[in-house]
């Protein structure tokens, strides 16, 4: 056992706690002391289980080095930014970001197997009470967070038949229910990887590899391609054609048309290139103190210091590229590198190489979202980037990975079996007990 069975426990549930603490003041609109409070609580006790049972000789010694970098480099933007923040607007996005950095080490913890196994066991076992606790408080199913549902579907092959057809309804309900592209394409990436790997995996081998250049790639192209103006691919209407609409529930409970082509990301990019270079901080960033000015300078004024800006943006990269500068988002970059590569190259299962191609695309969504946010759906990428760091889970065959997945399902204990380097997973009959 990696570490004390109660420790994994408490662990498991503070990572459940983070959904759990957001559904809880979003239904009671509890103050945003309280909010701050859940945060700080599930920290500690985060950091307690790091400081009790971590064990760096479990954890690919790039990626934890790369995970104290970044975090490292954080902190110290944090402190630059102390001398900057007056006001209390500024001062709430210093603190809010400093409870961010800390949440990275969810990174750390992650590289435990029994923790991440326990978490998304709680998460599979109370869907039925959260999903009725959200649809009586909040009138719908989206209350609850369906992205570790979603992610299940890069193991499909291994879920027991039992739970297969409950996991598709929970993705077909979070399809349907859901009114965020974004969260839409994850579901159905994770789906496509999954299914993938199980039918087509013997087929085309090197698949996997091709993809996870283009993924990891495809940012830098893109970006390359914008700016230059020779090519705008979040302008959907120039390549797509015809009237994709969706419906979408607005701030005043009504439903209105969206179109599903829509771009809401260009002026993001161009507010935070104009605040970089108006303010010549491209390699350190503003630091958190600071929101970005708007190319129109069109902003609402915080009160108290008399600056326009915009504290936060909904594209992940560009929050870190502003606060962070380009020194954070080369840290950022080589984290999901790292991780990817080594599920991909350096690890003995199909579906781990599923796991780090996965984390490849997360880096490409962080240029459309993905916003570091003390919230369940932006955890599951640092679980993940965890599962890439961990020496067992690379090592595991995928006899093995198909044993780790079926306790996610069960509450019984799983025998523990010795897999010769030669057999296949389909060649071993299921001794889950």
């Known amino acids: 056992m990696e570490i ?53 000789k479990k954890m690919d010694k790039g990626g934890f080095y790369l995970t104290l970098t970044f975090i490292g480099w954080l902190v110290l933007e944090f402190i630059r930014a102390t001398f900057y923040a007056e006001g209390y607007w500024m001062w709430k996005m210093v603190i809010s970001n400093l409870i961010i950095t800390l949440f990275y080490i969810v990174i750390l913890v992650s590289s435990n197997l029994t923790i991440v196994r326990n978490y998304w066991g709680l998460y599979w076992k109370s869907f039925f009470p959260l999903v009725i ?46 009114e965020h592209r974004n969260d839409l394409a994850k579901i159905i990436v994770a789906a496509s990887i999954g299914l993938f790997i199980f039918y087509f995996y013997r087929t085309f081998p090197k698949m996997i590899r091709i993809v996870h250049i ?85 902003w609402g004024t ?48 199909r579906y781990v190489k599923g ?15 993905e916003k570091p946010m003390f919230q369940t759906f932006y955890m599951m990428d640092l679980v993940l980037l965890g599962l890439c760091f961990s020496n067992k889970f690379r090592q595991m065959n995928d006899r093995e990975v198909e044993i780790w997945v079926r306790g996610i399902f069960s509450s019984r204990k799983v025998k523990r079996i010795n897999i010769r380097p030669h057999e296949s997973p389909l060649d071993i009959k299921r001794t889950i007990s």
């Open 4 to 56: 004390h069975n109660s420790y994994s426990k408490v662990t498991s549930w503070a990572l459940f706690a983070v959904m759990l603490s957001v559904m809880l003041s979003v239904i009671f609109k509890l103050p945003e002391p309280f909010s701050w409070f859940f945060m700080i609580a599930i920290i500690f006790i985060l950091f307690k289980s790091l400081s009790t049972s971590f064990d760096v």
């Open 133 to 178: 606790l959200s649809v009586l408080f909040y009138k719908s199913p989206t209350l609850l967070d369906f992205l570790p549902y979603s992610i299940l579907m890069l193991f499909f092959a291994f879920i027991p038949k039992k739970n297969r057809l409950l996991l598709i309804g929970i993705c077909v309900l979070y399809f349907i229910a859901n």
């Open 214 to 298: 283009a993924f990891l790639s495809a940012p830098f192209i893109f970006l390359w391609l914008g700016v230059s103006s020779e090519f705008n691919v979040l302008n959907m209407d120039d390549y797509i054609k015809g009237d994709h609409t969706r419906k979408r529930t607005n701030d005043e409970g009504q439903l209105e048309d969206v179109s599903l082509k829509a771009d809401s990301r260009t002026f993001i990019f161009e507010n935070v290139f104009y605040t970089l270079n108006n303010n010549n901080d491209w390699i350190l960033g503003r630091s958190p103190a600071f929101g970005d000015e708007g190319v129109d300078n069109s």
């Open 302 to 349: 915080d009160e108290s210091t008399g600056l326009k800006g915009r504290y936060g943006n909904e594209v992940g990269i560009m929050d870190i590229l502003l606060w962070y500068g380009v020194i954070g988002v080369i840290i950022y970059f080589l984290m999901f590198f790292r991780a990817s590569y080594l599920a991909i190259y350096k690890s003995r299962s």
């Open 355 to 369: 796991v780090g191609l996965y984390v490849a695309y997360l880096w490409l969504m962080s240029f459309i979202w």
